[in-house]
């Protein structure tokens, strides 16, 4: 009956495994939050918001910043901020390494949006993320635009970037709070996909290079048709 139950379920998109906590990325998250007391989330990339609520349901009570330049989503994290008062909407804008204007291409899931242009890997893996127009749209550096919500000197920030391979130019333009960063979550990809990113031996270099180490690995994108992983989190701590 389980194996038909799980049949029926799969054809529709879902499946039920056991619950392990050792093996659970949800329970590892949450154990990283609990363990290390963060104050303030920086969301970077917030697209729907689904990290937020992601958050909320993993116990983590703290003050959430929602970062995100798509006039599609941002209506969507207005109304997220309105039902949690701990969850802020910034003003709407990328976030690089140099303020500016630059062209976002919008991509059909919005979710592989992205300032870069998109390589043929990503559009054979998923061909639902091709990009479909383009808004101009405003980039300030993190160090400038988080200040506001950082209200204490010891805050203790935790900054997660989702940019589609723009993570170089984010972590660049945060250089100015990186005294109060405590951990980093970013999108290492294992391979091309988008043009002029790095790729993940020379990420995990560039964070390590501000003190950070890398702490766990958190799966992201797999070709479904291959098996193969393109992308991964890493969740990067500063050493105690």
Excluded: W
């Excluded at 993993?58 to 006039?71: A, C, R, T, Y």
């Excluded at 970037?161 to 130019?169: C, S, V």
């Excluded at 031996?201 to 890398?214: K, P, R, T, V």
């Amino acid at each position: 009956m389980k194996k038909i139950i799980k049949s029926i379920l799969q054809r529709f998109g879902y499946d039920i495994i056991r619950y392990i906590p050792l093996n659970s990325m949800s329970a590892q998250l949450r154990k990283i939050y609990q363990e290390h007391s963060f104050d303030i989330v920086l969301d970077v990339g917030a697209n729907v918001g689904n990290y937020a609520r992601d958050l909320r349901i993993l116990g983590f009570n703290g003050k959430i910043v929602l970062f995100e330049p798509q006039s599609g989503t941002y209506g969507h994290l207005k109304k997220l901020a309105q039902k949690d008062r701990g969850i802020i909407l910034a003003p709407q804008t990328a976030i690089g390494e140099a303020e500016g204007e630059v062209l976002l291409n919008i991509s059909a899931n919005s979710e592989s949006s992205s300032i870069l242009a998109m390589l043929e890997t990503h559009l054979d893996a998923a061909p639902e993320s091709k990009y479909i127009c383009s808004e101009k749209v405003r980039v300030q550096r993190l160090d400038q635009v988080a200040i506001p919500y950082i209200d204490k000197p010891n805050s203790s920030l935790y900054v997660k970037i989702d940019t589609q391979g723009y993570e170089r130019e984010v972590i660049n333009g945060m250089s100015g709070i990186l005294d109060h960063v405590k951990g980093i979550q970013v999108e290492l990809s294992l391979m091309p996909l988008y043009e002029g990113q790095l790729l993940y031996q020379d990420m995990i270099a560039l964070i390590e290079s501000f003190g950070f180490e890398l702490y766990a690995i958190l799966p992201n994108f797999v070709d479904n048709v291959s098996g193969r992983t393109y992308q991964v989190d890493g969740v990067f701590l500063r050493p105690e």
